[in-house]
């Protein structure tokens, strides 16, 4: 499965050191690039008599605002009898923990032709007569001209500003055992230890990401309005109110359903395009973005059984046989359905956290010329909407049913390991003060399921057919409004209409992962003729266990390892 213990599985009651090696020695088991580091766990025989211990802390999240436990005890005795010396150990632990993290990310950064940007003036270095490159190129010639920096220099815009908040709850469980035994004599000594660690991590995200596309053509922002851009000396970006302006295509202008072969509503009225023919055209408009509902679940175990045994007859030599069984498997189910929506970013990068303004993508060209929509036709979510757009970031109209992703893992693993070393000490062959010799054999298999990330459109913007909330009125409760105003506990995210956004139910989510749902099934969404989702656990030909794996996600490794070596000890006063 590619996993092994770590120190997150073993107690701190359990460690009795770490030793770390920088360089490798013949007797060391192979495979360390940088070094090996070593856990050794605690020994009944490491103490003497009786040792008990118990921990308990809490772990408060400030951002979660919730307190989880974790608890650990161990055990430890030894007796001596007749037939020798005994002990055992034992030790157990349990720790909860509850996180939230807030991120903010500027998308990938494109280099853009300066004479395109207000505000980026300074930069400009296209020779006088020679004119600047078109932002929509149609000829090989003029295409390559919206890369020739060396010719009009370039400035580095982010295609937008992301905001993601992201809730890890984890549940680790984990128990240690030792038992060791050593004859009257002190000749035989025999170790044995087991190990098992089960980590579980549920998370959850929330988040707001640009979707406009990275290509050389895909370089659409221009300033909104009469507005400029402001660089850095280096030439980038540093704030400005980010649009949709470079009059490509954005969407498909036709959305809804076709009833008698007719569409049910006008083209381009929630999405136009530079060209539309609508009462106010819009050469700018906001951003798509999509919003993200993520549910992710997923558990590790771990288990280790190991045994040695080390004979002494004298002062001089001393054989170890040593034998290791690990057994390891994983599990992650992750499913996300995305809305979108539009909108136009005020970005400011200028202090240590970055800020976001977000409005609606309109620029209040509807709010200010409300008459002439109103005649024109009955605009879903503002014609019969006194609010207008004011509270466009909260009204179902503006979000479409997107895409979705689903990805799936079940692996597993097992290790054998056995191993011989006799170790000869001198005392009297000069230099020479000792000879150790070994053989190790290891044998390893994993199983590995895992499918890709398989991303597909649900009712997508950029073919004909596009499908609003409320085309969908049988999925109207599967969203609901979220509040952005704690978000790096206020002051950077400022959303119009009160830093409150819709997003997907968890609850949705969480019932087509777990049951497996598919298109047409309750509980799934509306696809339109364009929409291609098929979650993982939808596909033909998945295998018989799971049902989640095609032939191609499946991969046998097998590995056996062989090894001998002799090393020699020497000192030199």
């Not at 054989?319 to 400011?348: C, R």
């Not at 956290?353 to 005649?375: F, S, V, Y």
């Amino acid at each position: 499965s590619g996993r092994g213990l770590s120190f997150q599985d073993v107690s701190p009651e359990m460690m009795a050191g770490v030793d770390v090696y920088k360089n490798q020695t013949a007797d060391m088991t192979e495979g360390g690039i940088g070094g090996t580091v070593s856990l050794r766990t605690r020994k009944p025989f490491d103490q003497e008599g009786m040792m008990t211990a118990f921990s308990a802390e809490a772990t408060y999240g400030d951002l979660s605002e919730e307190t989880k436990p974790t608890f650990s005890g161990l055990f430890s005795n030894r007796w001596e009898t007749s037939a020798g010396e005994f002990g055992f150990l034992i030790n157990a632990v349990k720790s909860e923990m509850v996180t939230e993290n807030h991120n903010i990310q500027s998308d990938a950064y494109k280099r853009y032709i300066p004479c395109w940007l207000p505000g980026a003036e300074a930069f400009v270095k296209t020779p006088a007569g020679v004119e600047c490159p078109k932002a929509n190129p149609q000829t090989d010639a003029e295409r390559a001209e919206t890369t020739n920096y060396a010719t009009h220099g370039e400035v580095w815009m982010p295609s937008a500003t992301n905001f993601l908040v992201k809730e890890d709850e984890r549940t680790r469980e984990g128990i240690n055992t030792s038992f060791q035994w050593k004859d009257l004599d002190d000749k035989f000594l025999v170790t044995t230890e087991y190990i098992r660690s089960n980590s579980q991590l549920d998370w959850w995200e929330d988040a707001m990401k640009y979707q406009g596309g990275y290509k050389d053509s895909d370089r659409r922002i221009r300033p909104y309005g009469d507005s400029d851009f402001l660089f850095d000396d280096s030439g980038r970006f540093l704030y400005g109110q980010m649009s949709d302006g470079n009059g490509n295509w954005r969407a498909s202008g036709q959305a809804g359903h076709k009833v008698n072969g007719l569409w049910e509503e006008l083209g381009a009225i929630r999405y136009p395009n530079s060209w539309s023919s609508i009462p106010t055209q819009r050469p700018q408009f906001g951003q798509k973005f999509q919003v993200d509902t993520r549910g992710v679940t997923g558990e590790t175990l771990v288990e280790d059984f190991s045994a040695n045994l080390k004979w002494t007859p004298d002062d001089l030599w001393t054989i170890e046989l040593d034998a290791q069984h690990v057994a390891a498997e994983t599990t992650n189910d992750d499913l996300v359905l995305h809305l979108a929506v539009a909108g136009l970013q005020e970005v400011d990068l200028r202090s240590s956290t970055p800020t976001m303004k977000l409005t609606e993508p309109w620029g209040g060209a509807r709010d200010a010329n409300r008459d002439k929509w109103l005649a024109y036709t009955n605009v879903p979510g503002f014609t019969n909407d006194p609010a207008g757009d004011s509270n466009y970031f909260t009204d179902p109209t503006s979000y479409w049913w997107r895409s979705g992703m689903s990805h799936y893992e079940r692996s597993e693993g097992e290790s054998d390991a056995l191993r011989l070393d006799i170790t000869r000490q001198f005392d009297d062959a000069g230099p020479l003060k000792g000879v150790k010799a070994g053989v190790r054999w290891a044998d390893r298999e994993q199983t590995v399921r895992s499918t890709s990330w398989g991303w597909g459109s649900v009712a997508p913007e950029f073919s004909e057919g596009a499908l609003y909330i409320d085309h969908t009125p049988g999925q109207a409760d599967w969203v609901q409004v979220n509040d952005w105003s704690n978000f790096h506990r206020g002051g950077v995210m400022n959303i119009e209409g009160g830093n409150k956004m819709l997003g997907i139910k968890r609850d949705v989510i969480t019932n087509i992962r777990d049951n497996r749902l598919c298109p047409g099934d309750v509980g799934f969404p509306e696809r339109s003729a364009a929409g291609t989702y098929n979650p993982y656990h939808c596909l033909a030909g998945n295998d018989a266990e799971y049902g989640l794996f095609q032939p191609s996600d499946i991969a046998i490794t097998s590995e056996t390892n062989k090894a001998a070596y002799v090393r020699f000890d020497f000192c030199f006063d």
